[in-house]
Nanobody, 120 residues
Framework: QVRLVESGGGSVQAGGSLTLSCVAS?????MAWFRRAPGKDREAVAV???????TYAGFVEQRFTIWKDKAKNTVYLQMNRLKPQDTATYYC?????????????????WGQGIQVTVSS
C-alpha cells in the first residue's frame, strides 16, 4: 500500500522559514508539493522528477526549494521568506510518470496534508 507522510508544518511569522518533509513508501519518478488555501482551489507549488529536474509555480518567486533524497524516498520543500498568503494546507503528491507544475495529468498518490500558517 502506498503511503505518503508529511511533516514539518506549523506556524511562523511572515519572513520566516519552514521545511516540509514527505516520506514515501516507495520511490516515485515524480514527487510534488501542492497547497490549498481556505476558499481556494488546490494548486501546484513545486514538482521534482527523478532526474532532479524541478519546476515551480510562479508565486514561489525563488523563495522555495524542492529536493529529493532518493535513498530515503523523501521529498522536501524548503520555504523561505514566507508570506501570510502562503497559509494553506500543503499536500505531498507522487506518481510514477513524468509530471511538472502545470501538467494536465493528475498525480496518482496523495498525502493527508499538513497545515502551514504564516502570521503577519
Amino acid at each position: 500500500q502506498v503511503r505518503l507522510v508529511e511533516s514539518g508544518g506549523g506556524s511562523v511569522q511572515a519572513g520566516g522559514s519552514l521545511t516540509l518533509s514527505c516520506v514515501a513508501s516507495e520511490n516515485f519518478y515524480s514527487m510534488a508539493w501542492f497547497r490549498r488555501a481556505p476558499g481556494k482551489d488546490r494548486e501546484a507549488v513545486a514538482v521534482i522528477r527523478d532526474s532532479g529536474m524541478d519546476t515551480y509555480a510562479g508565486f514561489v518567486e525563488q523563495r522555495f526549494t524542492i529536493w529529493k533524497d532518493k535513498a530515503k524516498n523523501t521529498v522536501y520543500l524548503q520555504m523561505n521568506r514566507l508570506k501570510p498568503q502562503d497559509t494553506a494546507t500543503y499536500y505531498c503528491a507522487a506518481d510514477q510518470q513524468s509530471r511538472w507544475v502545470g501538467s494536465r495529468e493528475p498525480f496518482t498518490y496523495w498525502g493527508q496534508g499538513i497545515q502551514v500558517t504564516v502570521s503577519s
